[in-house]
């Protein structure tokens, strides 16, 4: 019976690990950055909450509110910068999200809350003047904004190549050999295609970074031009 107990209890174990290893993220195969913001106080801080007047019993049990002089402020000795509340972070995460102004690509399936994802693509075209492979389609990624007190996480995921012909598509370009194999793909196909590729997730998070630097409130209006 004991020996039954502990055999179910290390196959319990082995299950549990399994699963959580095959949850983990494997953070070679995408861009990631924690980025620390800081907002001014004055705009963002909660104001004060006074102090009550003072008050007095009189005679006959009541209280009476006694006139105070006007205390004087203390000086505010402190930093004027604080950490960026999470709610300012979502607001420019979906300010980001929202602007379909970029030329170089497009986005779509954005999804808002504390995360904010999109789909991107960018066009894929051949450079060469007589290709030898039919490789022109797209290059598509996941980019997910994560917004906690002073800080955000962006990470540019499941980067991915798709042909126009879908038997040239290469698929994730963490590969070292393409998923439609290296007979339809040739190695300097593919090379080119991996370097395109993680340009282009580069250019989303540096689009994205200079977004999220701009107070929610400082962002143009959409009627602006």
């Not at 004991?2 to 549990?16: E, Q, V």
């Not at 060469?128 to 598509?140: A, F």
Request: a positive charge; glycine letters at 4%; aromatic letters at 6%.
């Amino acid at each position: 019976m004991i020996r039954k107990i502990i055999l179910t209890s290390l196959l319990t174990a082995s299950a549990t690990f399994a699963f959580s290893q095959a949850d983990k993220e494997d953070e070679s195969k995408m861009l990631r950055e924690v980025i620390t913001v800081q907002v001014d106080k004055a705009k963002f801080a909660a104001p004060a909450t006074p102090a009550p007047p003072p008050t007095e019993t009189t005679g006959k049990g009541k209280k009476k509110t006694v006139e105070a002089p006007p205390a004087e402020a203390a000086p505010d000795t402190t930093s004027p910068l604080i950490p960026a509340p999470a709610s300012e972070l979502v607001k420019r995460a979906q300010i980001w999200s929202n602007d379909n102004k970029s030329t170089k690509y497009t986005k779509s399936n954005c999804s808002g809350g504390s995360s904010t994802v999109c789909q991107v693509s960018f066009p894929y075209k051949i450079k060469e003047l007589n290709p030898t492979d039919k490789v022109e389609g797209e290059i598509t990624m996941t980019v997910t904004i994560d917004a906690k007190e002073g800080k955000y996480r962006y990470t540019v995921n499941n980067i991915k190549h798709k042909a126009t012909v879908s038997e040239t598509s290469g698929g994730d370009v963490y590969l070292a050999v393409p998923e439609c194999g290296s007979m339809k793909l040739t190695d300097l196909s593919w090379k080119h295609i991996k370097s395109a590729a993680l340009t282009d997730a580069k250019m989303v998070a540096d689009d994205l970074k200079a977004k999220m630097a701009i107070p929610s409130g400082d962002a143009p209006k959409k009627d602006d031009w």
